[in-house]
């Protein structure tokens, strides 16, 4: 019988954490979840599978925490999710976000080297690494210019796993993945501020949300589809960079107009644009093309555009619905 493999995922409290643990475990893997310490729990998305995980205090911030839990759970696989992820705070806490976010990823990096080089890695980084694109859509070889300090320290992330892979021989690869939301996706992101909102003033909780730049286009796909990237990614005999993303793009105006008429309404009622949502610079336009993905490791979506809109605004109306609203 193969022995039981097992993967350590930072993050694993986080949106993308949650689904990859689910996939981990349906794929027979022990799973070490590292989780950061804070004051009170914040283990809704992974309550339905806490049992079955193996939960670990530990901060990217710390490498000895770090070395600790290498030494002491030795896993074949290290999924590195954990970040600041949200863009607007990184200009409000740049050197935090540098901290978490860039460096982060070196401590890690630095952890396997020291205590186990055959493990595998794989980093998280980000289609915001593009910023003010110089071509679209963006694959691989596209050039880098990121427009907020979360872009910045996505690039140091991504560029310190590739000077890994090359210097010490790491497995060591690199998801460059594009929006990907789900009911589960933080409420301050624009595709759940919308579907909760339209929740609510569904119920009549609410009668508007306010939005920053409806005219700013992204890739939106399901994170449940792109988790199985990050997987596949760590599967293949030699480690190497990937874009994931659906090839499509859509407007905040689209996302109001798909998730509004889900619900019945009509957007333009609703929304209010507000100046203080929009940002310091702006990535207007991304759209990957995933090619390499879909032939290499044969990388496929399964949920659309409108699918996840709708999927996000019903699980909204049923959260609220649950919570007595
Ligand atoms: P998320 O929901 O914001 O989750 C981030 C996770 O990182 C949370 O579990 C958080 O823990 C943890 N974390 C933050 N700071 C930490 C620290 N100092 N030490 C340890 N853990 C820390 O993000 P996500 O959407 O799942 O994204 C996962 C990763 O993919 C992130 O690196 C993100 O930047 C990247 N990414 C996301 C997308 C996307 O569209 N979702 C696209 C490209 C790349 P708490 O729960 O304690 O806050
Ligand atoms: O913004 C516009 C906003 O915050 C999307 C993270 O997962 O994906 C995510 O970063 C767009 C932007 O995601 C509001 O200006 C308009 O153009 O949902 P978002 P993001 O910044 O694209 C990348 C790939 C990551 O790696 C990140 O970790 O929507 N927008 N009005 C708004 N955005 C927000 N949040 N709120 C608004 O009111």
Redesign the pocket.
């Known amino acids: 019988m193969a022995p039981t493999r097992r993967a350590l995922v930072?993050?694993?409290?986080?949106?993308?954490?949650s689904y990859l643990a689910e996939l981990l475990l349906d794929q027979g893997y022990e799973v070490v979840g590292?989780?950061?310490r804070?004051s009170t729990v914040?283990f809704e998305r992974i309550a339905h599978i806490q049992d079955s995980l193996r939960l670990v205090p530990?901060?990217?911030?710390d490498e000895v925490s770090l070395l600790e839990i290498l030494r002491e759970h030795r896993p074949n696989e290290v999924y590195?999710?954990?970040?600041?992820?949200?863009v607007q705070t990184s200009w409000r806490q740049p050197v935090f976000t540098g901290?978490?976010?860039a460096l982060?990823v070196t401590r890690i990096l630095d952890a396997i080297r020291l205590t186990d080089p055959e493990i595998r890695f794989y980093q998280?980084?980000?289609?915001?690494m593009f910023g003010k694109v110089r071509e679209v859509p963006q694959h691989e070889q596209t050039s880098f210019h990121p427009r907020s300090p979360?872009g910045v320290a996505?690039v140091y992330g991504h560029w310190i796993t590739v000077n890994y892979r090359e210097s010490y021989g790491l497995h060591a690869s690199s998801g460059?993945?594009?929006?990907?939301?789900s009911p589960?996706?933080?409420l301050e992101?624009v595709t759940r501020k919308v579907s909760h909102a339209v929740a609510r003033i569904k119920l009549g909780l609410d009668s508007e949300v306010r939005l920053g730049n409806l005219e700013s286009k992204r890739d939106w796909g399901y994170?449940g589809d792109?988790v199985r990237a990050m997987w596949a990614m760590l599967q293949q005999d030699e480690p190497d960079d990937y874009v994931v993303a659906t090839g499509e793009t859509h407007s905040v105006r689209e996302l109001c107009e798909v998730a509004f008429e889900r619900a019945g309404l009509d957007w333009e009622r609703h929304v209010v644009v507000d100046e203080q949502f929009f940002r310091p610079a702006e990535v207007d336009l991304l759209v990957g093309d995933a090619s390499k993905a879909r032939d290499r490791i044969a990388w496929t979506t399964e949920v659309g555009f409108v699918e996840l809109i709708q999927m996000m605004v019903d699980a909204d109306i049923d959260l609220l619905h649950r919570e007595g609203a």
């Open positions: 930072t993050g694993v409290t986080g949106q993308d954490g590292m989780v950061r804070s914040n530990g901060d990217v911030l590195n999710l954990a970040a600041q992820s949200f901290e978490a976010t982060g998280a980084s980000s289609s915001e979360y996505k460059i993945l594009f929006n990907h939301e589960r996706r933080g992101f994170a792109y």
